[in-house]
């Protein structure tokens, strides 16, 4: 029909050929106009016929912003009645800000299942497209689906389920967990590795030296390994070498007697040594530690003995140490910036925290994690992660290491007040990281890489069957242990064909 409509612009009449070129008949211009009005007509009435019958909620603009289609599912969502609103421009009854039909108007943008706000007492998901002709916009349609009622039902779940998690959290201080490393997440060989090596430091009570980028965790392995070898009630004292001025730290380590010094408390003070006394000291950073004090350090280590500032008394250094640095300290040594005799002194037994680019298959588990943590502590609803936003992660360095990525977690879900997750909200420094030129080092789960959701899937698979094994199949304290309910667990498991 677009071919024969412009040759009526010349005659009246066109003739109809055989491909041999023998006439055969002709069609008239009026012939053409009662065939194309015969078609709109069933076309129309198909489309009637559709709209009348969705139980959606169907809407369109034209290209002026006024509502040419408003569906029987639009009218029992808004309480607009059709007549009210056709042929009038759809902002006079919403706030312009709040429609996703505008916005697609004009950007030519499409959205998928969104989570959308058209009025503040209502929430759908929504479907937009523009309408095109001959390359240009000339209106936009919506399909939506009414969700109000899922969404403040979810909204009451969700705050009864955070006052659930708050209890667990102080029934978790009142009876905490037997095992010290549930605080360590992940389940990459490396970071089985790095537990498994401190479960056997466990065993004895020699001194450590944990090395590891900044960020990568080493207080957390520096508490489980005091956990799993010392008794319930016994302190973990940690003191962060680079975090106190020189002139401070020999009070800070030793305690004082009263009236040691001016500004002294009257009473005196007891030092990190006393306070670790049958326990852990922890020294956090220790290639910052003064030179001045790394001498009295290791006179402490080495004698077991040690007099508070001002003090007389001799008093007994009755402790285990954990010493942490990002530091190359065999380097410092070789510079003067450390002395070799303390280094020898610690580094009876040395592990190695390895950074979260050695361990991206943890990255899914970890930030599911902190947007559970996140999103209770903020009250956001967030239903999910979009998948290409964990792309960005997975393809990230993470120079910052977990601490980096918590604190990405965190942006991601302070912006997201809606409770939809964006690419945008990411920092500038990951999403542009993703040209593609350094792809990262991620070890597919089957050899072969499938798609994004499947090796979500089997890392997903994995980590259940890690927490069921932790459990020895106890499927309620796996569960417990996921942040699942046990009915969820359940569906999992049957999804991944996880048996008894």
């Given at each position: 029909m677009n071919d024969i409509i412009p040759l009526f612009q010349e005659s009246d009449y066109i003739m109809v050929t055989e491909l041999?070129?023998?006439?055969?008949?002709y069609v008239t211009a009026a012939d053409a106009l009662a065939a194309c009005?015969?078609?709109?007509?069933?076309?129309?009435?198909?489309?009637?016929?559709?709209?009348?019958?969705?139980?959606?909620?169907?809407?369109?603009?034209?290209?002026?912003?006024?509502?040419?289609?408003?569906?029987?599912?639009?009218?029992?969502?808004?309480?607009?009645?059709?007549?009210d609103i056709l042929g009038k421009p759809m902002p006079e009854f919403f706030p312009v800000d709040m429609l996703q039909i505008l916005k697609t108007h004009k950007t030519g943008e499409g959205v998928f299942q969104k989570l959308h706000q058209p009025r503040p007492d209502i929430y759908v998901l929504i479907n937009s497209n523009p309408i095109r002709l001959n390359g240009k916009i000339i209106g936009s349609v919506v399909a939506e689906t009414d969700i109000t009622s899922e969404v403040r039902l979810n909204q009451e779940l969700f705050n009864a389920t955070s006052k659930v998690h708050q209890l667990q959290q102080q029934m978790a201080h009142l009876n905490p967990s037997s095992d010290p490393f549930s605080q360590i997440k992940g389940t990459s060989k490396a970071i089985k590795r790095t537990v498994d090596m401190c479960r056997k430091i466990g065993s004895t009570?020699?001194?450590?030296?944990?090395?590891?980028?900044?960020?990568?965790?080493?207080?957390?392995?520096?508490?489980?390994?005091?956990?799993i070898r010392e008794k319930p009630d016994a302190p973990f004292i940690a003191i962060n070498c680079g975090a106190i001025p020189p002139s401070l730290f020999e009070s800070e380590l030793f305690g004082y007697e009263k009236g040691a010094f001016s500004g002294a408390d009257l009473n005196g003070k007891k030092g990190k040594i006393q306070l670790a006394a049958g326990g852990t000291l922890f020294l956090d950073e220790i290639g910052e530690m003064p030179l001045e004090m790394q001498v009295k350090l290791l006179r402490v280590l080495q004698e077991k003995k040690f007099y508070a500032v001002g003090g007389t008394k001799q008093l007994n250094a009755d402790f285990r140490v954990i010493a942490a640095t990002n530091r190359d300290l065999e380097e410092q040594v070789k510079k003067g910036d450390f002395r070799e005799d303390l280094y020898y002194r610690l580094n009876v037994v040395t592990l190695v925290v390895p950074p979260l680019r050695e361990r991206r298959e943890d990255i899914i588990e970890l930030t599911h994690c902190f947007l559970n943590e996140f999103a209770l502590s903020y009250n956001r609803l967030i239903q999910d992660i979009p998948q290409e936003v964990l792309l960005d992660l997975l393809h990230y360095h993470w120079p910052g290491n977990i601490r980096e990525l918590r604190n990405t977690i965190e942006r991601l879900v302070v912006f997201s007040s809606d409770g939809t997750i964006e690419r945008d909200y990411l920092p500038l420094s990951i999403l542009s990281n993703r040209n593609g030129k350094d792809l990262p080092q991620v070890v597919p789960t089957t050899g072969a890489f499938q798609t994004l959701q499947e090796e979500l899937e089997a890392h997903e698979k994995q980590i259940i069957l890690y927490a069921l094994k932790m459990e020895n199949g106890n499927k309620l304290a796996a569960a417990k242990r996921l942040g699942l309910s046990r009915a969820t667990l359940y569906n999992k498991m049957n999804k991944f064909g996880i048996f008894d």
């Open positions: 041999t070129g023998h006439p055969v008949g009005y015969q078609s709109h007509q069933y076309l129309e009435a198909y489309f009637e016929a559709m709209i009348e019958t969705m139980d959606a909620s169907v809407s369109m603009i034209d290209d002026q912003e006024n509502t040419v289609v408003w569906t029987p599912g639009a009218e029992r969502i808004f309480s607009i009645k059709a007549k009570k020699a001194t450590v030296l944990i090395l590891g980028e900044s960020g990568v965790g080493k207080e957390l392995f520096a508490k489980a390994i005091h956990d």
